[in-house]
């Protein structure tokens, strides 16, 4: 599998989900702009707050998606690690995953690749661990076949 490629598409992932983010954001705004040209009283101070309050909620999603895509920047492509780490690749008995930002199941490649935060549980047990080395997942035991 090739992890360059892999970042390559989790970034187009991502930035699909930024610009998701944005459009809501930005037309739970205008909602919101637009109930406030009238007034006509309660009814409509309270609509505006409620769009108000949905154009932060995207804006907060939105502002998280870009933190996870700076995460990813970070990453070295071409970096290897012969220990569990943010940016290992780990082939496993259980599957493939990315130690990385959480994005869950990612199909790439004909595979399926698990992105997981390093602080996530299954992300905290790979860390300092090598190739070789025993790890639960779904409660059963696993094993880390390589590190790339």
Same mark, same amino acid.
């Given at each position: 599998?090739?992890?360059?490629? !892999?970042?390559a598409y989790m970034k187009g992932l991502l930035d699909d989900r930024m610009q998701v @983010?944005? +459009? %809501?954001m930005e037309a739970a705004q205008? =909602? %919101?702009?637009?109930q406030s040209k009238s007034s006509a009283g309660d009814k409509y101070e309270t %609509?505006? =707050?409620m769009g108000q309050l949905d154009r932060n909620m995207h804006a907060r999603q939105y502002e998280q998606v870009r933190q996870e895509r700076v995460l990813l920047e970070r990453i *070295?492509? &071409? +970096? &290897? /690690? /012969?220990? *569990? @780490?943010? *940016? @290992? !690749? !780990? +082939?496993? &008995? %259980? *599957?493939?995953?990315f130690i990385s930002v959480s994005l869950g199941a990612v199909k790439f490649d /004909?595979? &399926?690749?698990l992105a997981v935060s =390093? =602080?996530?549980p299954v992300? !905290?047990?790979f860390l300092g661990k090598e190739a070789g080395a025993q790890f639960q997942f779904l409660n059963k035991p696993h094993k880390i076949i390589a590190i790339h």
């Open positions: 599998m090739n992890k360059q490629e !892999l970042i @983010a944005w +459009e %809501a205008d =909602s %919101a702009n637009d %609509a505006r =707050s *070295g492509e &071409t +970096e &290897t /690690s /012969s220990r *569990g @780490a943010v *940016g @290992a !690749l !780990l +082939e496993t &008995t %259980a *599957g493939w995953f /004909s595979q &399926t690749v =390093s =602080s996530s992300g !905290l047990s």
